[in-house]
Nanobody
Framework: QALLVESGGGLVQAGDSLRLSCAAS????????MGWFRQDPGKEREFVAA???????RYSDSVKGRFTISRDNAKNTVYLQMNSLKPEDTALYYC????????????????WGQGTQVTVSS
């Protein structure tokens, strides 16, 4: 059974940085797409970033230029470096792993972590 565990969330001020990590276990995900999503209460889960096994990346327009996704296949881990954080980045952040499909659609992902809270104060 695959298990994803996120860490690195917290309470920061606008303009600060955070680095989220997601460690995967139970199987090797080197050939999977690994992604980050976020969700506010009452809203649908929102795509943030995705990375393929060849290290190609995609970002939502709202985080492009501020966030960087990376992965270490040897450690089965995906990271999200978040710089210049804004109050609107406040959400529960999830990592996810999937085999393909529309990378920006959360329904295309097969495995999910439990989420890590990011709160940005103004």
């Amino acid at each position: 059974q695959a298990l994803l565990v996120e860490s690195g969330g917290g309470l920061v001020q606008a303009g600060d940085s955070l680095r989220l990590s997601c460690a995967a276990s139970g199987r090797t995900f080197s050939r999977y797409i690994m992604g980050w999503f976020r969700q506010d209460p009452g809203k649908e889960r929102e795509f943030v970033a995705a990375i393929w096994d060849g290290s190609s990346t995609r970002y939502s327009d709202s985080v492009k230029g501020r966030f960087t996704i990376s992965r270490d296949n040897a450690k089965n881990t995906v990271y999200l470096q978040m710089n210049s954080l804004k109050p609107e980045d406040t959400a529960l952040y999830y990592c996810a792993v999937g085999l393909g499909g529309n990378y920006y659609n959360y329904r295309q992902y097969d495995y999910w972590g439990q989420g890590t809270q990011v709160t940005v104060s103004s």
